[in-house]
């Protein structure tokens, strides 16, 4: 059977469905999909993605012959339904092409308007519809686009204006008007002869008059944008595989540009910011589609209600509303009505937040397009729960609706109250995006992206509005604040994708690019100067306000609650002081997976003790030392267990090469020879012997308690004697005890000796006791490659897989950074594996040594607790390796709760 590239959808019928998403790209999967159920969409035909990687391999020529037949089979059919022909001059049928990849990019590529347009279909065009100016601008659109978009005029350079806005500049200054719309029909015609002329000059070649020329220039072009940098980038960001490739749409021309009674817009089904329960949505009267999201006309609110919320936030009174910005609902009744059916259906039919565009041509209403809405992490929370509620999808659905890193923007912090409260108000924009954000203002992505990478600078990207241009800017700014465009402008779109704080069509703003200035009320702000944006309220503020931690809602709640009703793993987080612990329990951890118990010799007094106890001679030294810290250690474990109580706590025994303790600066070192009564010279003598060539893999971990078993003395009393202190107060501490670094049975064995020998020491000491295990990490490979040996004498196992990472690919924890970006780029390696867990070979070793370890001990506890323990994906594979815990930050804990419910969903599919 032959391959078919090209499935036609029209009046309906469709020769697609949902389910094709691969094939058809999204877009073309709900649009043939729409047809199905009886919503009206313009008829056409999708060309698939395997087309696309047939461009890739065979080239234009081939493809378009290829395609051919197919595409003129599936254009007549389109030309019968709409009752017009494609390049007829009398009845001419005009066509959009856009890309659809099988995920959403948003404006991330070039779509063609009005396609099949020449000198003589124009007239024919303003004969058959009797409005020659709507003729005639369409066609100037259209060789505008194709002029920049296949031709390739677009200027590469920010800086360089597009020669066709330059052309029509030139016009309306010469004509003496503001406005394109103040242009006449005679002006129109004039520009196309120029921009004409301009494609001549440029390119050496005349604009293509025949329809199926310009057809095939648009759907290469397509192609030809998956692999342009901003669809790179976007990928890179969003993860979405290069194979998959791009489908083009081509579709009937509807137009919302032929008056008065025509009209174009985007709505949602429910707020894509909150989560909202309520239709909305913007459009323009007497407009093109591009002309909503470009943000150059500030489009009016679909629904009233939506238009009185704008009303009240921009001041404006309920007269002067319905004078000058009335909502579809209130300015085209009957098609709102109809449209508010539609959305109804639609969201019925997904099941989920829908995302739609659709254009009035004279009094008609048709839908274009519908996706699943891009959303906020706190929208995406809200209607996932609600659909629950409302019955339309059932628990796991509802669990498998969130995306669990986007959990972490309902984690951010928001302004704080009384830093609020005393800010200076500059202006207010609209709620694009929620949260809070302060940083300097910077007018250009570049800088921004300079600022922030180079210099570590907070940055709120402004600008008039953003284009797909500004990408690496927005992803590195705090927040964005732009001073055109609605809600569904680019910035508030991308925005909203990326979980990043943003405020729209701030129309009191005046950027000024050349000078670097923001006016508002004639107060001026220079590029640097700090702003906070609150992207919930659309508020401005002048200068930086501070932050306080999110609180978390209900729904929130009752998502995790639903997660962990379906988790089999437990998460566990790794924290170091009370207050860590204490937010880590809020957020729903089950216990401390690793507590690093280095970190408690860093502060005040406590280091000085540390530095004593490194600096001694010998060990009778290094006990007396050890006694001094020993105080701090019991207080800090207590406050822990104190958070804890009941539930286990993994305290790990020091593992960081002492030379991180001892002073590097002249001053330190003369505080130490002061307080030890020595001289400079034995400091330095002790400071240089303790210095080495490869610390990480040098005299730490486990080494550092066989060579010093005083410090695994003092740690464990601390822990035992903090646990029994406690058990007086009805608290129950339940230790585990871990050795890091493990790589020799017998490295383990001498420290659980110590362990168990100090442990019972204190009991006979304080005349009780308490149960406790010791277990180690498993972080170096001969660890993994023994574990039935470890196992024989460890009760538990955690994996530390940074280290295993280290160790396993023998790329540096601390140096990777100069190298990874190259294999990022050439795609050595997909992705961090610091960040993800490679699953293939680091993941390898843990499965290994789980199944090893349990062969021995069958009730073996094993975890994980390195960066991965909170990564989605890692998560899933430690479900799927039936380990018992995972441990991450506290920040990260309801991520990985929720992941865990998704791994066991996941398996059950
Ligand atoms: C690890 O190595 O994965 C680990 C958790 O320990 P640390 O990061 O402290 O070396
Ligand atoms: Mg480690």
Not at 434 to 445: N, Q
Not at 570 to 575: I, L, Q
């Amino acid at each position: 059977m032959s391959t078919k590239r090209v499935y036609f959808f029209g009046n309906g019928t469709a020769e697609g469905q949902a389910g094709m998403k691969l094939l058809l790209g999204g877009k073309g999967a709900n649009l043939a999909e729409m047809n199905l159920i009886g919503v009206p969409v313009p008829p056409g035909f999708t060309i698939t993605t395997e087309v696309c990687k047939e461009y890739y391999s065979l080239g234009k020529e081939e493809v378009i012959k290829l395609i051919t037949p197919e595409v003129e089979e599936a254009i007549a059919k389109v030309e019968d339904l709409m009752k017009s022909k494609f390049g007829d001059v009398e009845n001419p049928l005009l066509v959009s092409v856009r890309s659809g990849a099988p995920a959403s990019m948003p404006g991330m590529m070039d779509t063609i308007l009005n396609l099949g347009l020449n000198d003589e279909v124009v007239e024919g065009l303003a004969r058959k519809t009797g409005n020659e100016r709507f003729a005639w601008d369409s066609y100037r659109r259209f060789v505008q686009m194709y002029g920049d978009v296949v031709l390739g005029m677009k200027p590469v350079n920010k800086e360089d204006i597009d020669p066709f806005e330059a052309i029509i500049e030139e016009m309306k200054e010469a004509r003496g008007v503001e406005l394109d719309t103040d242009l006449t029909v005679e002006d129109l015609k004039l520009l196309v002869a120029k921009f004409k002329e301009a494609v001549k000059a440029q390119t050496g070649h005349d604009f293509p008059a025949s329809a199926y020329e310009q057809l095939w220039g648009a759907v290469c072009a397509v192609f030809s944008s998956w692999m342009n940098e901003r669809a790179i980038l976007y990928r890179q960001m969003e993860n979405i595989p290069e194979e998959w490739g791009t489908a083009v749409n081509v579709q009937a021309m509807v137009f919302g540009n032929m008056g008065e009674t025509s009209a174009t817009g985007v709505c949602f089904s429910r707020d894509a910011a909150t989560g909202e329960n309520l239709f909305n949505g913007e459009y323009l009267i007497n407009a093109q589609g591009e002309d909503v999201v470009a943000g150059i006309r500030t489009p009016r609110e679909i629904t009233k209600i939506g238009s009185q919320r704008w009303a009240d936030r921009a001041g404006i009174s309920e007269e002067e509303r319905v004078a000058t910005m009335p909502s579809l609902e209130e300015a085209m009744p009957e098609i709102y009505k109809e449209l508010d059916a539609l959305q109804t259906k639609l969201e019925d039919h997904y099941r989920d937040m829908q995302d739609m565009e659709f254009t009035v041509q004279e009094g008609k209403l048709w839908m274009l397009q519908t996706r699943n809405g891009k959303r906020t992490g706190l929208a995406m929370v809200k209607i996932a729960m609600d659909l629950l509620k409302e019955g339309y999808i059932d628990e796991k659905t509802a669990l498998m609706k969130i995306e669990p890193n986007k959990l972490d923007e309902l984690l951010h912090p928001v302004f704080d109250k009384a830093a609020l409260a005393s800010a200076k108000r500059i202006t207010r924009g609209l709620p694009a995006s929620p949260g809070a954000a302060t940083g300097k203002i910077v007018f250009f992505a570049d800088d921004a992206a300079k600022l922030h990478n180079e210099g570590g600078h907070r940055v709120i990207l402004v600008r008039n509005e953003t284009s797909p241009e500004d990408l690496a800017g927005m992803q590195v700014a705090e927040g964005i604040l732009t001073a055109r465009g609605g809600m569904t402008s680019h910035a508030a779109v991308v925005a909203r994708g990326m979980g990043k704080c943003c405020v729209s069509g701030a129309g009191a703003l005046k950027i000024d690019y050349k000078a670097r200035t923001l006016t508002v009320d004639g107060n001026v702000y220079n590029e640097g100067d700090f702003i906070s944006l609150n992207g919930t309220t659309g508020e401005v503020y002048e200068g930086m306000v501070d932050t306080k931690a999110a609180e978390l809602d209900p729904d929130f709640e009752a998502l995790m609650a639903l997660a962990d009703k379906y988790a089999k793993l437990t998460v566990r987080a790794n924290a170091d002081t009370g207050h860590d612990a204490q937010i880590a329990r809020s957020f729903g951890a089950q216990g401390i997976g690793l507590c690093r118990t280095e970190h408690m010799f860093f502060e005040g007094d406590k280091i000085k003790a540390m530095r004593r106890m490194i600096l001694a001679e010998n060990a009778e030294g290094r006990r007396e030392a050890l006694s001094r810290i020993l105080p701090y250690q019991k207080d800090d474990f207590k406050s822990i267990f104190r958070e804890m109580n009941g539930l286990p706590v993994t305290v790990r025994l020091l593992d960081p090469p002492l030379h991180e303790f001892v002073p590097h600066d002249l001053k330190g070192q003369q505080e130490m020879a002061e307080d030890m009564g020595i001289s400079m010279e034995q400091i330095q003598h002790r400071i240089e012997s303790l210095s080495e060539q490869n610390p990480m893999l040098g005299h730490r971990g486990c080494r550092l308690g066989n060579t010093y078993p005083e410090i695994t003395e003092m740690q464990t009393r601390a822990i035992i004697s903090a646990a029994l202190e406690l058990k007086k107060e009805g608290v129950t501490a339940v230790p585990e005890i871990m050795v890091p670094l493990t790589g020799i049975l017998y490295e383990f064995k001498e420290q659980e000796s110590v362990i168990r020998a100090t442990a019972e020491k204190v009991f006979e000491e304080m005349g009780d006791r308490i149960d406790f295990t010791v277990g180690t990490m498993i972080e170096v490979p001969r660890a993994a490659l023994t574990a039935n040996r470890i196992a024989s004498s460890a009760e538990f196992f955690s994996f530390g897989t940074n280290d295993l990472t280290q160790m396993t690919f023998g790329y540096s924890r601390d140096d990777i950074a100069s190298f990874l970006p190259v294999y990022l780029e050439k795609k050595i390696l997909k992705v961090d594996p610091f960040q993800v867990l490679d699953q293939n070979g680091v993941g390898q070793l843990v499965k290994m040594a789980t199944e090893k370890g349990r062969a021995e001990r069958p009730n073996l506890k094993c975890g994980i607790c390195g960066e991965h323990g909170g990564e989605p994906s890692s998560v899933k594979f430690c479900h799927r390796t039936g380990l018992n815990y995972v441990s991450c930050s506290p920040f990260r804990v309801p991520i990985a709760r929720l992941a865990a419910a998704q791994a066991v969903i996941e398996e059950q599919a």
